[in-house]
């Protein structure tokens, strides 16, 4: 007998409010919960409805919680899931975000978030290793990862673009034996078209109305770049990140470097899928152009700009997801854009390994060709043994990443008074 809705409500707080680890440690919470211990979902359906979220665009433990709540209950079960998955975590980024917007730029808070910053490099490099021993499968891949690393970090191609190329690769290159019997798809055209428009209109509106009632460029903004976010980064949670990161700091400058670093860091200590450091950086970009009041509104744009895309693409999708696994050319493409995406994971762990090693990194035009170049008088010597410290505790000993995070808070507050 499937489950009511109120015993899926209080099943997904609880997810909500125990899903710290990122993707891999919720994905393993969710199979536990409701695989193992209540059986709603079979362990085929469990699978199935993981590899069908690793295809889609955004978090996939967001759109695999959201698929399980609509296997259970329709789109009412979906709303449920998806949001509990979220609403926990998003209140305490809203907490840390105005907390380090008022006591940021003291001395003893920079010093403290140096030792976040070293782990939140070990983190992103840990990732790198997962998401390509995963997606990397044979020499086509391999070459795929480092044209777009070198693409990204050496010539600025826009990911939007390496998805496309990636992606049309993949769809040219697919073998025609993967193929199988597709089956048939029960939901009608008409359907599939109506939640089309009406999850664009939900998703669109607010940033209009707030543009109108608000008068000030940056919720638009951020929409607006939150949208496009939303729609190409495949890949997961870190292939949002690495796209966004460079955008957020060197294109609109709503952070520093440092900023991004941060924010990365406070979001690994939270409850709910890691892409809740959008929040942090919209809550963040909005402060600075008028306080607490529009940070607050930014926070708000930003959190459903970037979530409100996951129900849709699951509520759209689902129904398709026995036809889509299917077909080889759409199943190529998408692998292909994963392994593409290692290489941009790899550009965005250079990249923020140079902004905490070194006070100072210039940008260098030559041509077409961009530079970072180091200027290697100002290495930060504590930087990088907390560094190594972050490496051997998450890496060697496999601590969790609270207490990863707090020790080497506490190394830098050391070595700034050595």
Sequence with gaps: MPPSLSQVFVVFLKIGLLSFGGPAAQIALMHRMLVEDRGWLTEKQFLNALSFCMLLPGPEAMQLATYAGWRLHGRIGGLVAGGLFV?????????LALLYVTYGDLPVVSTLFLGVQAVAVVIVTEALLKVSSRALQGTAHWMLAAFAFVGIFFFAVPFPMIVALAGLYGAITASRAESEVAPTVTVSWRHTLTT?????????????VMD??????????LGLFFSKLAVVTFGGAYAVLAYMAQDVVLHYGWLSATEMMDALGLAETTPGPLILVTQFVGT????????????????LITLWVTFVPCFLWIFIGAPYLDWISAQPRLTGALRAITAAVVGVILN????????????????????PLQLWVPDMTTLNWSALGLIALAALLVLRLRLAIGWSLGLSA??????AHV
């Design 212 to 221: 109108a009632l608000l008068g000030a460029t940056v919720p638009t903004e």
């Design 196 to 208: 089309l428009l009406l999850g664009l209109a939900i998703w669109g509106l607010p940033v209009l």
């Design 410 to 415: 506490s190394a830098a507050l050391v070595l």
């Design 87 to 95: 609403l926990p975590g998003a209140a305490i980024i809203f907490a």
């Design 284 to 299: 963040l970009a909005a402060f600075r152009d008028g306080g607490y009041g529009l940070a607050v509104a930014g926070g």
């Design 348 to 367: 965005l762990s250079v990249w923020f390994a140079l902004h905490v090693l070194f006070e100072t990194v210039d940008k260098r035009q030559q041509g």
